[in-house]
């Protein structure tokens, strides 16, 4: 770059020295006869720069697209007053969106087409050729700026008095830290461990049908029956969404045969009626596809699937764990209850889950 | 001529007189299952008559009930057993009601045309009165759920409240617009588009193959009637959202902006850049 200087080229006109390379060969194959700059090629009439005709039919026809344009605005203004939003009918919406929209969306694209067209077809067509600029300022330039910021670190002393320049960057640090530690905020209010770990479900909790509340009776639950199962106080929760995110169960009925229960978990289930968390370990979509002949549970959004006789363990898809299970069993007079809690916390992995 | 013809079948018929004479072994047994007919058909016919003087007030007469056993017999005894019991390829039918078979054969479901994934929808076999023959035998093999009652069938329902529910308990697998949807291994969930009131109601009486049962203590039957409402609503009026591309939500939707909105812009851009004639 330092021996560029001297020549100070003017704007516009930049040229790097060519000369020949000196590097070794070595084994890559280096062409005799370099490709050449073909230039530009050569200028080409159009239609309409030949015949008067044709320039006369395309600037009618531009003139067209613009009046085209002006219509379909008016028909715009003339379908919003003809097909009027009625209340309560939802049709009478689409009419009116529909033509509404198609009136403005043709207005505006025919004032487009038409400006296209009347640039490509009348407006003059010779090619140029702009050179790229340098982007280093003149040498001039450059000598007045240094000599500006000279003046500048002279006359404020900020080179000279340490004292000051030095508190002033501690001050532009200190500055800034409020806006650090308020990131804090992103992070969770409560320690997961307690928000996510426990539901509203405990000893003795009554199962209840979504959306209605109903206590279920454990005969009711008829064989190949699937409940979606919400805890009976739900209802009177006051955060009654964030609470369903975590307690929703589902409840199924199967051949007591065809469970295989893990030791432990025998009594977990009712002569074959289980229930299981709706929230899938994967991300947390509501597992609620339940094939009752091959007693898969298949979760929507990532094909999880989970097999319900094996204590809903993945067979297939992303998930990595078992749909946490809720301990069940009847109370004295026939209705589902739970023994307890989940045993694990419900829904997808977080940091805190193993502590 | 005649006489020579009378001889020789005058001879016929004496070696067959003398073989005859002989009784052949099998007649004890042709003797007997000829007895047993003739008791057993004079049995049943007695009893049936008997039985259809009592229950003249039945909707299901025992001459639809034989008719029926006639049907299944002929239609679906090889897959499920000629005492409706079950086989290796096919389950029990005892105790599954009328609405089960009102609702495969009605739509068309059963007779099973191959083994497959499950069972599809094919043209119906048989007429209505044949089905109900169908069902009435079925029926009288054990009591399950029977066809609903033509009041929870007319979609005069709470259409909001029906989608609440379609929506906690259906909308998983069948679409929030009811337009179906995929399982595991080649299994789906029909469209409800087009389907009768009466087979909705059954299909969530009796859990057709892999779909969970919901009986009436579960989903009520006039919520069931309110869910027939909101689908029945669905399918009235026109989705003010414009064009529904099978209401499959972000696949059918998203195909078409790849398609055709990026199709639309590639169309625009090499228009803008193309040289003039």
Not at chain 1, 83 to 109: H, M
Not at chain 1, 204 to 217: A, E, Y
Not at chain 1, 313 to 329: D, E
Not at chain 2, 218 to 227: G, M, S, V
């Amino acid at each position: 770059m330092a021996d560029h200087d001297d020549e100070a080229p003017a704007t516009g006109s930049a040229v790097e020295k060519s000369e020949p390379q000196k590097i070794s060969a070595g084994t890559a194959v280096i062409p005799t006869d370099p490709f050449e700059n073909p230039g530009e090629p050569p200028h080409r009439l159009r239609i309409t720069d030949k015949d008067p005709a044709e320039e006369k039919k395309a600037a009618r026809q531009v003139s067209t697209l613009f009046f085209l344009s002006i219509i379909f605005s008016c028909l715009a203004v003339a379908a919003y007053i003809a097909f009027p939003i009625k209340e309560g009918d939802t049709g009478s919406i689409r009419l009116n969106n529909l033509f509404l929209g198609l009136g403005i969306a043709l207005g505006l694209l025919s004032i487009g087409i038409g400006a296209v067209h009347w640039s490509k077809t009348l407006m003059p067509a010779q090619e140029i050729t702009e050179m790229r600029h340098l982007t280093k300022g003149s040498d001039a330039t450059r000598a007045k700026a240094a000599e500006v910021f000279e003046l500048g670190n002279k006359e404020s002393g900020f080179g000279r008095r340490s004292l000051i320049r030095n508190s002033l960057i501690g001050a532009m640090v200190a500055f800034v830290l409020p806006g650090v530690v308020i990131f804090r905020d992103l992070g969770p209010k409560v320690d997961p461990n307690v928000v996510l770990r426990h539901t509203l479900w405990k000893k003795g909790m009554h199962l209840t049908i979504d959306p209605t509340g109903t206590r279920i009776k454990a005969s009711d639950v008829t064989l190949g029956s699937a409940f979606h199962v919400i805890p009976e106080s739900l209802l009177k929760s006051d955060d009654l969404l964030e609470e369903k995110a975590k307690a929703a169960v589902l409840l199924m009925r199967l051949n007591p045969d065809d469970l295989h229960e893990p030791k432990g978990r025998e009594n977990w289930q009712y002569n074959g009626i289980v229930a299981y968390s709706k929230i899938c370990t994967h991300v947390g979509c509501p597992v609620a596809l339940y094939e009752q002949q091959t007693h898969h549970l298949l979760c929507p959004c990532h094909q999880s699937t989970f097999d319900v006789t094996e204590n809903c363990k993945v067979i297939f898809g992303p998930a990595s764990r078992p749909l946490p299970q809720l301990p069940i069993t009847v109370d004295a007079d026939g209705y589902l209850v739970a023994q307890s809690d989940f045993h694990e916390p419900v829904g997808p992995s977080f940091w805190e889950r193993d502590r | 001529m005649i006489s020579h013809k009378t001889a020789s079948s005058s001879g016929r018929s004496a070696k067959k007189s003398k073989r005859s004479g002989r009784r052949s072994p099998l007649a004890t047994v042709s003797l007997i299952v000829v007895g047993l007919l003739t008791t057993g058909g004079a049995y049943a016919l007695f009893t049936s008559t008997a039985t259809a003087d009592t229950n003249t007030a039945s909707s299901t007469s025992q001459s639809q009930v034989n008719e029926g056993k006639k049907l299944f017999a002929a239609n679906c005894a090889t897959c499920h057993g000629m005492a409706a019991s079950g086989s290796s390829a096919g389950p029990s039918l005892i105790g599954v009601g009328s609405a089960a078979v009102d609702f495969q054969v009605g739509t068309g479901r059963m007779p099973l045309a191959a083994d497959g994934p499950q069972a599809e929808q094919k043209p119906v076999q048989f007429t209505n009165s044949q089905t109900q023959a169908m069902a009435a035998y079925i029926a009288s093999l054990g009591t399950g759920p029977s066809e609903p009652a033509s009041k929870y069938l007319k979609a005069d329902g709470n259409a909001a409240k029906g989608a609440e529910l379609f929506r906690i308990n259906c909308a998983m697998c069948h679409n929030v617009a009811g337009a179906g949807g995929a399982l595991t291994e080649g299994k789906f969930a029909p469209s409800l588009k087009g389907v009768s009131s009466k087979h909705i109601y059954e299909a969530m009486l009796t859990g057709p193959q892999n779909m969970p049962v919901f009986n009436d203590l579960n989903i009520k039957p006039q919520e069931k009637a309110d869910i027939i409402t909101y689908l029945k609503y669905l399918e009235k009026n026109p989705s003010p959202g414009g064009f529904q591309l099978g209401d499959l939500g972000p696949v059918s939707e998203g195909l078409f902006i790849w398609i055709f909105g990026l199709g639309a812009i590639v169309a625009v851009t090499v228009w803008l850049t193309a040289r003039s004639n």
